[in-house]
């Protein structure tokens, strides 16, 4: 009886507005934590990398504080969110990140996503549907 109410509580949300949010809030999700990445390959400032993205500063800067705004609510590296700036915080989270095995990284990134896109939205979903929402953004990220 579970799965049949998981079921009936998906179907509308997989076939009227899951692309949707998938392309307004998931992809764009992905593409900060895209960054994120870069910023960690690449040694680079990840507030440029935002601002090169976004064609503003203000708009990286929402952005920056959407990123913010995850780290809490995921609660990873606790003592970087003692940092007077959002610059700081950044900063002492991707040393965090960097130390972290590629794996723990790989989860880290699916949950900086979830958390992104949850945050954009302001819709009322729950952290398992997020997860899956990420998943198939990935999905076709990868396949485009």
């Known amino acids: 009886m579970k799965f049949l109410a998981f079921i009936y509580r998906w179907l509308p949300v ?5 692309q949707k949010f998938i392309n307004d809030y998931i992809l764009p999700a992905i593409g900060i934590v895209d960054a994120i990445k870069t910023a960690l390959a690449e040694n680079t400032d990840f507030k440029k990398l935002l601002v090169e993205i976004y064609g503003d500063e203000n708009a990286a800067d929402a952005a920056l504080d959407y990123v913010i705004a995850a780290i809490k609510k995921l609660d990873i590296g606790r003592e970087c ?3 007077e700036t959002p610059i700081e915080i950044i900063n002492c989270f991707l040393a965090h ?3 972290q095995p590629k794996t723990v990284q790989k989860g880290i ?5 979830a958390q992104i896109a949850k945050a954009t939205s ?7 549907e997020l997860n899956t ?4 953004g ?7």
């Open 14 to 18: 997989l076939f009227r507005s899951a």
């Open 122 to 128: 302001n819709e009322s979903i729950t952290d398992h």
């Open 97 to 99: 990140l960097k130390k």
């Open 133 to 136: 929402l990420v998943n198939i």
């Open 81 to 83: 969110l003692k940092k």
């Open 138 to 144: 990935y999905s076709i990220k990868q396949s485009a």
């Open 109 to 113: 990134y699916a949950q900086l996503a």
